[in-house]
């Protein structure tokens, strides 16, 4: 029987195919090593994430039971009669707020006092001033008020909030309210006056005097009237405004005015009066200015009344007949 022999060429391949096989299986190996670790990182990380939710839930608990403590702890007194001013719930998510700043939170107490706010909005609306512009500027101060309120101070939100938005209010008619740019000293009477003037008609029955409103705000009755006059600043009207059906602004515009007649008249009154002698232009001050009657009249100069009224009827003569056109 023959004997086969190894060619000594094939032998250094055996050998790397015996190395070839072996590093397969230790890469293999590797493999599956690698692969037991990513499983074991993923396990932990599930495991670490779980965790953390539960650490999460449980910081969370704690935090809400310190809200509540603290919520309990200053919420304003109640009144009187026992009842409370601020809705517990309510309290709760301003100390909620004050702490995590959460828009979500904001979001609530702002649906709470919408209506607050724009009834103050309500209250400051006059004139042709649009109703959306002042709702904007309520609500907008609102946010301002959230944002600065500290519930320990233990003051309820409302008594907080109306003192910022009343004046945002009033800063939006003082800065955008006016079509024309008046002082600020007319802003600081204008209001006052309505408010004074509002409280007198309620207390007197009627409609009060200008005195009697000036005397009431510590104002001289020239700068109350000057206010007044100022008040019409707030809006102005178009030259093309109708006035009736056939005529507009534009077409009154240039009008003859009735008061220059009048004025001609003065001018001429007074030159006639200068030509009168003193006791006539005396006569006619006491019975026309001081309206005085004929009879004090007659007091004062030691005659009779009818005398008085024969001195009034020739200085009224002598007066047209300086008088043009009389």
């Not at 994430?49 to 539960?54: F, K, V």
């Not at 935090?63 to 009187?80: M, N």
């Not at 515009?253 to 001609?264: F, I, K, V, Y």
């Not at 009344?305 to 009389?326: D, E, F, K, Y």
């Amino acid at each position: 029987m023959p004997v086969t022999t190894v060619s000594p060429i094939c032998e250094p391949v055996r050998r790397e195919v015996a190395r070839a096989t072996t590093l397969a299986k230790e890469a293999h190996g590797a493999i599956e090593d690698a692969a037991r670790l990513r499983n074991a990182n993923r396990r932990a990380r599930r495991d670490l994430r779980r965790r953390a939710t539960q650490v999460r839930r449980a910081m969370d608990g704690c935090t809400t039971q310190v809200d509540r403590f603290h919520a309990l702890r200053s919420i304003p007194p109640a009144g009187s009669d026992g009842s409370r001013s601020v809705d517990p719930a309510v309290w709760l998510l301003h100390v909620r707020y004050a702490r995590t700043r959460c828009v979500q939170d904001r979001a609530v107490l702002v649906d709470e006092y919408r209506a607050y706010a724009l009834a103050l909005a309500r209250r400051f609306q006059r004139d042709l001033e649009p109703a959306e512009d002042l709702a904007q500027v309520a609500m907008e101060a609102l946010l301002l008020a959230l944002d600065r309120f500290d519930p320990d101070r233990r003051l309820p939100f409302p008594a907080f909030a109306t003192p910022t938005i009343v004046g945002a209010l009033k800063r939006h008619y003082r800065d955008v309210g006016w079509a024309v740019r008046v002082p600020r000293r007319i802003h600081e009477i204008a209001g006052p006056a309505r408010a004074a003037a509002d409280r007198l008609a309620m207390e007197l029955g009627r409609q009060p005097t200008v005195p009697e409103v000036a005397e009431a705000i510590g104002v001289t009755v020239e700068q109350l009237l000057e206010a007044n006059d100022a008040t019409h600043a707030r809006a102005v009207t178009s030259l093309d405004a109708p006035i009736d059906e056939a005529r507009s602004q534009l077409d009154v515009l240039g009008a003859s005015d009735p008061g220059m007649r009048r004025a001609e008249d003065r001018v001429a009154l007074r030159q006639a009066l200068s030509e009168l002698d003193e006791r006539d232009r005396d006569l006619l001050r006491l019975y026309f200015f001081d309206e005085l009657s004929q009879t004090q009249i007659a007091a004062r100069y030691g005659v009779s009344q009818m005398q008085v009224s024969r001195w009034l009827s020739s200085a009224l003569r002598r007066l047209r007949g300086r008088m043009p056109n009389t």
